[in-house]
């Protein structure tokens, strides 16, 4: 009986909450639905900007109508119990969701910007966008986070003051991490390798691919898998080699031939020469030289050294293969052959007895 009138006394709000309701779960319906047919027609072709955008805005979206939906029946709530004190609490709560709401949404259009493309086809560069990344989103969490606390009546000045102060207090506690912080500005600016590229940090004995670039540390790949974390500040001091961006790749083999073979040196320089002069495999615009070079200790030594047209690691090894078994090849066809390792064992015989020695020394006389 208590339940009827209770019902009797609320239908008009049960119903105005109730269209409220089921008006917002029409909208996110519609909303899922329109996500499911744009996920069928992924394959075809669609203009990245707009394609950007929905993936940025679509949970937002969600959680937007969500939160009016529960602002709304909260108001009809507030004014059948005529307290008022809902709205000191809705209203303010309104803004803040909706300020969170829109962080949200930049956020993720931040993370989604690199489907778009500029309109002349030209790729983005990872570093630029990363470094713009960064700053975009600290100035969003700075903005929205101002605009929270002045929405919900906080102290902006002082607390500013307050913060400029304790910021220079962390400032000289965490110098580590200032250095850090102007190490990554400068991989930004100088961009000494970028995101994806291999580097070698030849005093620190470590190799990998660049992962991803952060304020502290950079994260590596090494070609056993292990991620490697440098700090920023390291490449301020240390040397940084860049594979990738040599020119060419140099090849440099010394090739043992036996001493018996001395007089036909010139002949099978003469022929390596030629030989790497017409391979299409090598650099022919950098250094390129075939010498006798040394005596060695069981070999006389000839010098390859030349450059493979090409960065790519296996490429250059390839070359380097086929440059020298066709040494060899060369060496034998002017009747000579590569030298063995020669090892000498001298041994040492006892001594004999005194005893022995003088009793051969009486069966000789």
């Not at 990554?184 to 580097?199: H, N, R, S, T």
């Not at 292990?226 to 020119?247: G, K, Q």
């Not at 078994?325 to 009747?335: F, K, P, Q, T, V």
Request: proline fraction near 5%; aromatic fraction near 8%.
């Amino acid at each position: 009986m208590l339940n009827m009138k209770w019902l009797d006394a609320n239908r008009h709000l049960l119903i105005h909450a109730g269209t409220i309701a089921l008006g917002a779960v029409l909208l996110v319906a519609l909303i899922q639905l329109a996500g499911l047919r744009r996920a069928r027609r992924a394959t075809r072709p669609s203009q990245p900007l707009r394609e950007a955008i929905y993936r940025a805005a679509h949970s937002p979206l969600l959680a937007l109508i969500t939160l009016c939906a529960a602002y709304l029946i909260g108001r009809l709530v507030d004014g059948q119990i005529h307290a008022g004190l809902l709205s000191q609490v809705l209203d303010p709560s309104l803004r803040v969701g909706i300020l969170l709401v829109s962080a949200w949404a930049g956020w993720n259009l931040i993370k989604v910007y690199p489907l778009v493309r500029h309109p002349h086809g030209h790729e983005l560069d990872p570093m630029v966008y990363d470094l713009a990344g960064k700053f975009a989103r600290l100035g969003l969490l700075t903005i929205i986070g101002l605009m929270i606390l002045r929405t919900l009546h906080f102290p902006i000045d002082s607390l500013l003051t307050v913060g400029g102060v304790a910021g220079i207090a962390i400032g000289f506690a965490a110098q580590g991490v200032v250095s850090n912080l102007f190490g990554a500005m400068v991989i930004y600016m100088d961009q000494p390798f970028k995101i994806g590229e291999w580097i070698v940090l030849p005093q620190m004995n470590i190799s990998g691919t660049v992962e991803h670039i952060g304020w502290r540390s950079t994260r590596l790949r090494g070609f056993d898998t292990y991620p490697y974390y440098v700090p920023n500040h390291v490449f301020n001091t240390s040397v940084v080699e860049t594979p990738p961006r040599m020119h060419a790749r140099r090849i440099e083999q010394t090739l043992p031939v036996r001493y018996s073979d001395v007089e036909r040196l010139p002949a099978i320089l003469a022929e390596l020469r030629a030989y790497l002069a017409n391979h299409s495999g090598i650099d022919h615009t950098q250094s390129q030289m075939v010498y006798f070079t040394n005596y060695g200790t069981h070999s006389l030594d000839i010098l390859i050294y030349c450059f493979a047209a090409t960065v790519q690691w296996a490429e250059s090894l390839a070359i380097q293969e086929d440059v020298l078994l066709n040494a060899s090849r060369i060496i034998r066809r002017n009747g000579g052959e590569l030298a063995l390792p020669v090892t000498r064992v001298q041994m040492q015989l006892p001594l004999p007895e005194e005893g022995v020695d003088r009793k051969q020394a009486a069966i000789q006389a």
